[in-house]
């Protein structure tokens, strides 16, 4: 592969090549393998930032190992934000009183979301900050904090952290996303979120050199403030986490008939189709994606009844060219993504929500019983009905991983809901980039006139059956007769990332190959 001026000039075998590019420098590639970098379509780079770099709770099994963690942690004049608890991973499901949490913390305000973000152990101390909190809906005292309760203690979390930690989350978080080989994430900020400030410090470090693509969404209505939001910051769209419902882990995601395992609740759905239309049509004429957190089944029939009131406005024309977006999507009928496929949405999907909460014994059946979980993030039939793929983690609800969500889009838990590997690759590569609105037709490949975004990889040797039965590794080349994708069977292991090139650029090197590239040989 040839690379001019951070653009691939050329592809194909050593011979030709040398000759075309006589005076190129050679980076000899010692068997790894090169393919196109990965797009996640729905990260939380500070969050993700503060897991990686702080206090990890995914590990911990009771309230016990919970405290004795935070207690650890601990730092007198810094806000402490951790994440990842599950309870219903616990040995004993019962979670620390406030009492309990503001033992450990010392005074100090502390703030543990859990594995979905979408509900939280806080400190009074935090509470503190934030006193219309005990107000709102959600709010227990003693017990987790869901919904409205829960955004405004968050808010207050992100606006009590420092600018140093701030930026030395962001900065892991981009370190650690290139070297995953990601070329590009679409960061979902948002008012309830972050806050402006923590999505302009994100932007004002990935605009250095030698740092990944971040695309910037605005999860906030299409009021005056968040269009001149959108104008000032180049956002992509008013999109990503605007909140229609929570999370099925919360008990927030808005179904159409209760939880199984709380018959006493349906959910919460904060806005209904007549808002989100408005915010569609909006940010239609406004020339801006619009897009929407959805994940219950009744969140979604609010959104394609709106998007339907949107067309009867704009005209479907209109609606398919904008090319809004939803995100997570997780309980879609047929007849619901053949109607999303019309208005051109493309749905931003998480397979590691399924390897994780998937299965007949899973928390989504827990929640919801195992018929009705069955039909969570049917892969297979979005993709069958039209609808445009773009794969992506939440980071930090999933980690930075993105040959384990190609895999766990393959081998779904519910047989017959995966798609194929190389449709799976294409929607973690190229669905990335058509999902932001790069429609150029060669972005997220490795061909004559592509942006040169790659990754060097290093995995399992595969033997192909050629005609001198010659040790091969597998490409994304359907030409090259050899395997499409790496063993992605579970328990297989997955490839290595070597090298990641963003335009050319290098942006992650792990230390295997060196020099920046102008012709590499896999």
């Given at each position: 592969?040839?690379?001019?001026?951070?653009?691939?000039?050329?592809v194909?075998q050593?011979?030709?090549?040398?000759?075309?590019?006589?005076?190129?420098?050679?980076v000899?590639?010692?068997?790894?393998?090169?393919?196109?970098?990965?797009?996640?379509?729905?990260?939380?780079?500070t969050?993700?930032?503060?897991?990686?770099?702080?206090?990890?709770?995914?590990?911990?099994?009771?309230a016990?190992?919970?405290?004795?963690?935070?207690?650890?942690a601990?730092?007198?004049?810094?806000?402490?934000?951790?994440?990842?608890w599950?309870?219903t991973?616990?040995?004993?499901?019962?979670?620390?009183s406030?009492?309990?949490?503001?033992?450990?913390?010392?005074?100090?305000?502390?703030?543990?979301?859990?594995?979905?973000?979408?509900?939280?152990?806080?400190?009074?101390?935090?509470?503190?900050?934030?006193?219309?909190?005990?107000?709102?809906?959600?709010?227990?005292?003693?017990?987790?904090?869901?919904?409205?309760a829960?955004?405004?203690?968050?808010?207050?979390?992100?606006?009590?952290?420092?600018a140093?930690?701030r930026?030395?989350?962001?900065?892991?978080?981009?370190?650690?996303?290139?070297?995953?080989?990601?070329?590009?994430?679409?960061?979902?900020?948002?008012?309830?979120?972050?806050?402006?400030?923590?999505?302009?410090?994100?932007?004002?470090?990935?605009?250095?050199?030698?740092?990944?693509?971040?695309?910037p969404?605005?999860?906030?209505?299409?009021?005056?403030?968040?269009?001149d939001?959108?104008?000032?910051?180049?956002?992509?769209?008013?999109?990503?986490?605007?909140?229609?419902?929570?999370?099925?882990?919360?008990?927030?995601?808005?179904?159409?008939?209760?939880?199984?395992?709380?018959?006493?609740?349906?959910?919460?759905?904060?806005?209904?189709?007549?808002?989100?239309?408005?915010?569609?049509?909006?940010?239609?004429?406004?020339?801006?994606?619009?897009g929407?957190?959805?994940?219950?089944?009744?969140?979604?029939?609010?959104?394609?009844?709106?998007?339907?009131?949107?067309?009867q406005?704009?005209?479907?024309?209109?609606?398919?060219s904008?090319?809004?977006?939803?995100?997570?999507?997780?309980?879609?009928?047929?007849e619901?993504a053949?109607?999303?496929?019309?208005?051109?949405?493309?749905?931003?999907?998480?397979?590691?929500?399924?390897?994780?909460?998937?299965?007949?014994?899973?928390?989504?059946?827990?929640?919801?019983?195992?018929?009705?979980?069955?039909?969570?993030?049917?892969?297979?039939?979005?993709?069958?009905?039209?609808?445009?793929?773009?794969?992506?983690?939440?980071?930090?609800?999933?980690?930075l991983?993105?040959?384990?969500?190609?895999?766990?889009?393959?081998?779904?838990?519910?047989?017959?809901s995966?798609?194929?590997a190389?449709?799976?690759?294409?929607?973690?590569?190229?669905?990335?980039?058509?999902?932001s609105g790069?429609?150029?037709?060669?972005?997220?490949s490795?061909?004559?006139?592509?942006p040169?975004?790659?990754?060097?990889?290093?995995?399992?040797?595969?033997v192909?059956?050629?005609?001198?039965?010659?040790?091969?590794?597998?490409?994304?080349?359907?030409?090259?007769?050899?395997?499409?994708?790496?063993?992605?069977?579970?328990?297989?292991?997955?490839?290595?990332?070597l090298?990641?090139?963003?335009?050319?650029?290098?942006?992650?090197?792990?230390?295997?190959?060196?020099?920046?590239?102008?012709?590499?040989?896999?």
């Amino acid at each position: 592969m040839a690379v001019t001026d951070g653009t691939v000039v050329w592809v194909g075998q050593d011979g030709p090549g040398r000759a075309l590019h006589p005076d190129a420098e050679v980076v000899d590639l010692d068997g790894a393998f090169v393919a196109p970098a990965f797009v996640d379509a729905h990260v939380h780079a500070t969050n993700t930032g503060l897991h990686l770099t702080g206090l990890d709770l995914t590990g911990v099994r009771d309230a016990g190992e919970l405290l004795a963690a935070v207690r650890a942690a601990v730092t007198p004049g810094e806000v402490l934000l951790a994440h990842g608890w599950d309870e219903t991973t616990w040995t004993s499901p019962r979670l620390p009183s406030r009492a309990e949490l503001d033992d450990v913390a010392r005074g100090v305000p502390v703030y543990l979301s859990r594995v979905d973000v979408h509900s939280a152990l806080a400190s009074s101390a935090l509470l503190d900050l934030v006193p219309e909190a005990a107000t709102a809906e959600g709010y227990s005292p003693d017990g987790p904090l869901t919904r409205a309760a829960h955004h405004a203690v968050r808010r207050a979390a992100y606006a009590a952290i420092t600018a140093e930690q701030r930026e030395r989350a962001q900065r892991a978080f981009l370190r650690a996303a290139a070297a995953a080989g990601i070329v590009s994430v679409h960061e979902c900020a948002g008012p309830d979120i972050c806050g402006e400030d923590d999505l302009r410090s994100l932007l004002r470090i990935a605009a250095e050199p030698g740092q990944i693509e971040v695309v910037p969404y605005w999860g906030s209505l299409a009021d005056d403030a968040a269009l001149d939001l959108a104008r000032e910051l180049g956002l992509r769209g008013l999109a990503g986490d605007l909140f229609v419902d929570g999370a099925l882990g919360s008990h927030t995601a808005a179904l159409s008939a209760p939880y199984a395992d709380r018959p006493d609740t349906s959910g919460a759905r904060y806005l209904d189709a007549r808002t989100i239309a408005d915010h569609v049509i909006a940010c239609t004429e406004a020339g801006l994606q619009a897009g929407f957190h959805v994940i219950g089944d009744a969140a979604v029939a609010e959104v394609v009844e709106a998007f339907t009131l949107a067309e009867q406005a704009v005209g479907q024309r209109a609606l398919a060219s904008a090319g809004h977006r939803l995100d997570h999507v997780e309980m879609i009928t047929r007849e619901q993504a053949s109607a999303l496929a019309r208005w051109n949405v493309t749905a931003s999907v998480q397979p590691a929500f399924d390897a994780l909460w998937g299965g007949k014994d899973g928390m989504y059946a827990t929640r919801l019983g195992a018929e009705r979980a069955a039909g969570l993030n049917p892969f297979s039939t979005l993709a069958a009905e039209g609808v445009s793929l773009a794969l992506g983690s939440d980071a930090p609800v999933t980690p930075l991983d993105p040959w384990s969500g190609v895999r766990a889009a393959v081998h779904h838990r519910t047989p017959g809901s995966g798609i194929s590997a190389r449709a799976a690759f294409n929607a973690h590569t190229r669905g990335g980039h058509r999902a932001s609105g790069v429609n150029d037709g060669v972005t997220g490949s490795l061909v004559p006139g592509a942006p040169a975004h790659y990754a060097v990889w290093e995995a399992d040797e595969l033997v192909v059956a050629t005609p001198d039965s010659r040790v091969q590794r597998w490409s994304t080349d359907p030409r090259s007769r050899v395997p499409g994708l790496p063993p992605l069977e579970p328990g297989a292991t997955l490839p290595t990332c070597l090298r990641t090139v963003r335009a050319g650029e290098v942006v992650h090197e792990a230390g295997a190959t060196d020099g920046s590239t102008a012709l590499d040989r896999a």
